[in-house]
């Protein structure tokens, strides 16, 4: 099953396998790594594979968003969920702006953000209710929001304007 990971503003395709061996065979972008894995403790996982072993240090955050810990830097990684990564990347315009979109249709739960705000990679800037679920949708990157279009109760239709950021 192949996912996508962000680390900072970058973002990665991965897709992991298990091989006959029991290794794990993980595949990042176009580069193709064979790894054991092996946890040593709680939380505490030795990679051996292409290089020298290393124990990474992993704690979830949030659902989703992990914090890994490797030689005392800790990396913050997040594997969105599909609708999230849909309407969190939006629609590059001309202007260099970032549509940030409806991905399913709903009801606006809350706003999370105001025009001429400053926002981070990952950071939440509406709440949509769908299907009786909650979908929080993420700032793809940092930015400013311009305009926010959808205030608390709007209905929204699958690819509505909520955010544009430049």
Do not use: C, H, W, Y
Not at 27 to 46: I, K, N, Q, Y
Not at 78 to 91: H, S
Not at 148 to 163: F, K, M, P, T, Y
């Amino acid at each position: 099953m192949t996912s996508v990971a962000r680390i900072g503003t970058e973002q990665f395709e991965i897709e992991l396998t298990r091989t006959r061996s029991g290794a794990v065979r993980a595949r990042v972008d176009d580069r193709t790594l064979e790894l054991d894995l092996r946890e040593v403790e709680p939380g505490v996982v030795r990679i051996e594979g292409d290089g020298p072993s290393r124990e990474i240090e992993v704690r979830e955050d949030s659902p989703g968003v992990f914090e890994v810990s490797l030689g005392g830097r800790v990396v913050r990684v997040e594997f969105p969920d599909r609708r999230t990564l849909l309407a969190a990347e939006g629609e590059r315009m001309a202007g260099g702006a970032t549509r940030i979109t409806a991905p399913m249709p709903g009801k606006v739960v809350r706003v999370l953000v105001a025009e001429g705000d400053a926002v981070e990679a990952g950071q939440g800037l509406v709440v949509i209710e769908a299907m009786k679920m909650q979908n929080q949708i993420r700032a793809a990157g940092p930015g400013r929001v311009s305009n926010v279009a959808v205030r608390d109760g709007a209905a929204v239709q699958s690819g509505d304007l909520l955010v544009l950021m430049e």
